[in-house]
């Protein structure tokens, strides 16, 4: 085909803009139609919900874009800490935001708990004998990195976790500041996460999506449970919380492995998919674990409102266009 025929069909090639398709799917993201802002009609749930977190966002940069961070710690600014999520007359009146709350709050811990079985498995050698260790030395491992103290004195040194006005404080910020590899740090965000399970603690609403809305009962390792080994363990030294810790790591690694035991059809064995293996009361690993968060996916949609025109970033801040604040009515 001729270089000539090529350049008539620019419009073809991936990541160039095009009208059309970059207003069809404006109108996707955002639940409306024809460039307006009306979010009514033939629209389903999950539409009406990707505008609600749309439109939180966008708020939640005309209030922080300035401050120059991502576009997650921008929500999590507006919506996670402070009273804005509530007297800000945009985000109070979006339904969702409560949600986000709860799931930004909830976020802290998941990644408490993924970069302390991070390094633990990093401390265990291979199969072949290096390093590998007993259930006795791991426990050891974390318990000689806790404080020489009791668990209620670790509890009631750390940073009030609301105001005096009742609201929410950033006690998870200033505990990652301190260094978010450092095992005692994630200790003790999974401490801070418990203390904020409690009732009366967050908003009914707030906790329902803590917790997880199907939730019924404790399950392993979430806030509660993490609560009600604070309650158990109060009078004892943090290095016995700690010990247990990593038992209930070491078992809930091995429900994980054997809820997904199966057959592999290549040798009709039985196929085990952990990194973690047990062999004569020693354990092995056969790599390391993840330590990153698990994503929530603002990064990606703030992203794709860029794209889209909604978003702009200026002087290294984010901003919302005067097109975004339209569609999205982030204006009170």
Same mark, same amino acid.
């Given at each position: 085909?001729?270089?000539?025929?090529?350049?008539?069909?620019?419009?073809?090639?991936?990541? =160039?803009?095009?009208?059309?398709?970059?207003?069809?799917?404006?109108?996707?993201?955002?639940? @409306?139609?024809?460039?307006?802002?009306?979010?009514?009609?033939?629209?389903?749930?999950?539409?009406?919900?990707?505008?609600? @977190?749309?439109?939180?966002?966008? #708020?939640?940069?005309?209030?922080?874009?300035?401050?120059?961070?991502?576009?997650?710690?921008?929500?999590?600014?507006?919506?996670?800490?402070?009273?804005?999520?509530?007297?800000?007359?945009?985000?109070?009146?979006?339904?969702?935001?409560?949600?986000?709350?709860?799931?930004?709050?909830?976020?802290?811990?998941?990644?408490?708990?993924? #970069?302390?079985?991070?390094?633990?498995?990093?401390?265990?050698?291979?199969?072949?004998?290096?390093?590998?260790?007993?259930?006795?030395?791991?426990?050891?491992?974390?318990?000689?990195?806790?404080?020489?103290?009791?668990? #209620?004195?670790?509890?009631?040194?750390?940073?009030?976790?609301?105001?005096?006005?009742?609201?929410?404080?950033?006690?998870?910020?200033?505990?990652?500041?301190?260094?978010?590899?450092?095992?005692?740090? *994630?200790?003790?965000?999974?401490?801070?996460?418990?203390?904020?399970?409690?009732?009366?603690?967050?908003?009914?609403?707030?906790?329902?999506?803590?917790?997880?809305?199907?939730?019924?009962?404790?399950?392993?390792?979430?806030?509660?449970? =993490?609560?009600?080994?604070?309650?158990?363990?109060?009078?004892?030294?943090?290095?016995?919380?700690?010990?247990?810790?990593?038992?209930?790591?070491?078992?809930?690694?091995?429900?994980?492995?054997?809820?997904?035991?199966?057959?592999?059809?290549?040798?009709?064995?039985?196929?085990?998919?952990?990194?973690?293996?047990?062999? *004569?009361?020693?354990?092995?690993?056969?790599?390391?674990?993840?330590?990153?968060?698990?994503?929530?996916?603002?990064?990606?949609?703030?992203?794709?409102?860029?794209?889209?025109?909604?978003?702009? =970033? #200026?002087?290294?801040?984010?901003?919302?266009? @005067?097109?975004?604040?339209?569609?999205?009515?982030?204006?009170?």
């Amino acid at each position: 085909m001729p270089f000539a025929d090529l350049e008539t069909a620019g419009q073809a090639a991936l990541g =160039v803009p095009c009208q059309a398709e970059r207003e069809w799917l404006t109108g996707v993201l955002t639940a @409306t139609r024809g460039g307006g802002t009306d979010a009514q009609g033939d629209w389903e749930a999950s539409d009406r919900t990707r505008r609600a @977190t749309l439109r939180i966002l966008g #708020r939640a940069i005309d209030l922080h874009g300035h401050d120059g961070d991502g576009y997650q710690e921008t929500l999590r600014t507006a919506v996670a800490f402070g009273e804005e999520a509530t007297t800000d007359p945009v985000l109070a009146t979006i339904p969702e935001t409560a949600g986000w709350r709860g799931v930004l709050l909830r976020h802290y811990s998941v990644g408490a708990w993924r #970069r302390l079985w991070a390094a633990l498995v990093a401390d265990v050698g291979s199969k072949d004998g290096e390093a590998d260790r007993s259930a006795e030395e791991l426990r050891d491992w974390l318990a000689q990195q806790a404080p020489d103290a009791d668990v #209620r004195r670790v509890v009631d040194d750390l940073p009030p976790l609301k105001n005096a006005a009742g609201q929410l404080l950033p006690v998870e910020r200033q505990l990652l500041a301190q260094g978010a590899d450092a095992p005692m740090t *994630n200790v003790l965000l999974l401490m801070v996460g418990a203390l904020r399970s409690r009732e009366g603690h967050l908003p009914s609403d707030v906790r329902a999506i803590f917790l997880g809305r199907q939730r019924r009962w404790a399950e392993f390792l979430d806030p509660t449970w =993490v609560d009600g080994l604070i309650v158990d363990y109060a009078d004892r030294p943090v290095r016995d919380l700690a010990a247990r810790l990593v038992d209930d790591m070491l078992a809930q690694s091995r429900r994980v492995a054997l809820a997904k035991l199966r057959t592999d059809p290549a040798s009709g064995g039985l196929k085990i998919f952990s990194r973690l293996h047990l062999r *004569n009361e020693r354990y092995f690993k056969t790599g390391d674990e993840g330590d990153s968060d698990i994503g929530t996916r603002i990064p990606q949609l703030g992203s794709l409102a860029t794209q889209l025109g909604l978003f702009a =970033v #200026r002087d290294e801040c984010h901003t919302v266009t @005067t097109e975004g604040r339209r569609i999205l009515e982030t204006n009170p």
